[in-house]
């Protein structure tokens, strides 16, 4: 039999958009990795909190809106850029201080932003992103533009009163603003049962904003629920939440490695083994035929020296000038 018309567009939108999906959340592994190892061969300053293991929920969500819309991001914020579609180069240079920087290497890890793809930037404090995104939605409603805003933060910021202070105003105007809750189980160093109470459902609902739950090691999932999220938040519905269930696969921070005292190392194998969201995904791909064994080789060839070219461009890149030290920084 042959396939109409429609379903071999069908499958090819798909197949090229399983392609870049995958490319892109080896991209945030590989750029992770290779963050880790600056840390470690102390080449970088500072500190940073690793994406790796949450790939699916950046790429899924970024994967579904468009380049004029907004997001806002978190401490844990490299995947969020990436997937948005920042330049290795310049946040490499940025997590190395260096002028090529997205902050001019002012900002550093925690604090990226890259306007000319919609993102507001990073910041260190914790549910800070929400109040921000809420901001943007209010703008993109006022000027009568649909553009949306997508906020990400982790069920740490659950315990934050900005985000039920900007909810309540999102729901109240109908803005168009998606809260997405990276649900990684742990704030810092202890388990989010032990510090937040009851459903995490019933948060969103207290507003009336419409919540749906999704496995966030499936990028496919991610992607298709963000996409009916963002249909009806776009066409004036009003806010919506989107939380994402996910694991960091390594510590809060580049230096928190002994883990033991707070989560088993059996708890972490089988996350890493059994729901590692780049593998999963590239079995997908060979279970529907989409490509083969090489071309996924070839994808990863071609990031490891997007990598490499990025790493060695922020390394040769200069610092800013002294005389700039009081410019660009906000007190
Ligand atoms: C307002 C505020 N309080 C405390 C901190 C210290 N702090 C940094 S990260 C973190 C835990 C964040 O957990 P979560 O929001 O779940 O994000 P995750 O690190 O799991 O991605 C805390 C308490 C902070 N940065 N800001």
């Known amino acids: 039999m042959t396939a109409s018309p429609y379903q071999q567009q069908t499958t090819a939108e798909e197949c090229e958009r ?33 994406y790796i293991g949450e790939e699916g929920v950046a790429v899924g969500v970024c994967e579904a809106l468009r ?16 997937a948005k579609g920042a330049a290795v180069d ?39 992103s929400t109040g ?19 906020c990400f933060f982790g069920e740490g910021a659950l315990g934050q009163g900005l985000l039920y202070e900007a909810m309540n105003m999102a729901a109240l105007w109908k803005l168009p603003v998606i809260y997405v809750c990276e649900n990684n189980l742990y704030n810092e160093y202890t388990h989010f049962r032990e510090t937040t109470a ?6 969103p609902a207290a507003f009336g904003v419409p919540f749906e739950s999704v496995d966030g090691q499936d990028v496919r999932a991610v992607y298709a629920a963000m996409s009916g999220v963002v249909d009806r938040v776009r066409s004036g519905a009003g806010p919506a939440f989107l939380e994402c269930r996910t694991y960091r696969f390594f510590g809060h921070y580049v230096g928190d490695i002994d883990r033991s005292y707070y989560r088993s190392k059996e708890e972490e194998q089988d996350w890493k083994t059994n729901r590692d969201p780049i593998v999963r995904l590239g079995a997908w791909i060979h279970s529907e035929g989409l ?28 610092f800013p000038d002294a005389s700039e030290v009081d410019q660009h920084v906000y007190a």
């Open 18 to 50: 399983a392609l870049r999906m995958y490319r892109q959340m080896l991209k945030i592994r590989l750029f992770e990795e290779q963050v880790n190892d600056l840390y470690l061969t102390a080449r970088m300053p500072g500190l940073a909190h690793l």
């Open 67 to 82: 380049r004029d819309d907004f997001i806002t991001s978190t401490h844990r914020g490299h995947g969020h850029c990436l």
């Open 90 to 128: 310049r946040m490499f240079a940025e997590l190395l201080g260096r002028h090529a920087g997205y902050c001019r290497g002012k900002g550093g890890s925690m604090h990226i932003a890259d306007q000319e793809v919609g993102n507001l930037g990073a910041n260190a404090i914790v549910g800070g």
């Open 132 to 150: 921000i995104a809420t901001g943007a939605a209010l703008s993109a409603q006022m000027r009568g533009t649909d553009q949306v805003a997508a």
């Open 198 to 203: 009851g459903d995490i459902r019933s948060r």
């Open 291 to 318: 490509a083969a064994e090489q071309e996924l080789e070839q994808v990863k060839r071609e990031v490891e020296e997007q990598i490499r070219a990025g790493v060695e461009f922020a390394l040769a890149a200069g």
